[in-house]
């Protein structure tokens, strides 16, 4: 049991640090969730945080709430889910509520508009080494499919603007195709 409440200490003081801290947009959260629970608490191995990362992606809502549902889920099951969602949106709500409230100070100042401009560019350079870092473990898998797939993607959004929601239903449809077909063979 004390075990059980320290995982869940653990779960909801991280993903309140995290998403505190996190500026940026779901992605961001997402190598930070991956980096405090796969790098440095080895809590989950780096395929399960691609697994996870995956599942919130593909799922309709907010990729930090859902990487924080996932993530919950799979350390400590549905009382996980409810420690890191609270963890997680504790600080949006309170930072939102306060812009809100000061929103005409806010928008007029110049320091706080040169201070927004610096974090956009921390922000892109910390969504490339996420993108990066994801990469290369696809690639580290030494599956031509998977990274057939992720080069197609990239294609397909990058260069002919196909509507991300199709190429996810596009993998969901492949990876339903292939386990009819391991099926089917066994």
Known sequence: ???????????????????????????????????????????????????????????????????AIVL?????????????????????????SVIAYFYKIFITNKIIS???????????????SVVYDMALSVMDEHKERNILIMIGAFVLNYFLNVNIMYIILGCILLAFVELFIRRERA
């Not at 320290?6 to 500026?23: C, D, I, N």
């Not at 395929?47 to 995956?54: P, R």
């Open 114 to 128: 040169a201070i927004l401009l610096g974090m956009r560019a921390g922000i892109g350079a910390i969504i490339v």
């Open 72 to 96: 919950g889920y799979k350390m400590a099951g549905i009382l996980g889910i409810i420690v890191c969602v609270i963890g997680t949106i504790i600080p949006p709500i309170v930072i939102i």
């Open 1 to 67: 049991m004390k075990e059980k409440r320290k995982l869940l200490m653990e779960l909801f003081t991280s993903t309140l640090y995290l998403s505190a801290f996190t500026f940026g947009g779901g992605y961001v959260i997402v190598s930070l969730l991956k980096e405090r629970f796969v790098d440095q608490l080895h809590y989950i191995d780096e395929k399960e945080m691609l697994d996870l990362v995956a599942i919130a992606q593909s799922a309709p809502g907010a990729i930090a709430v859902n990487g």
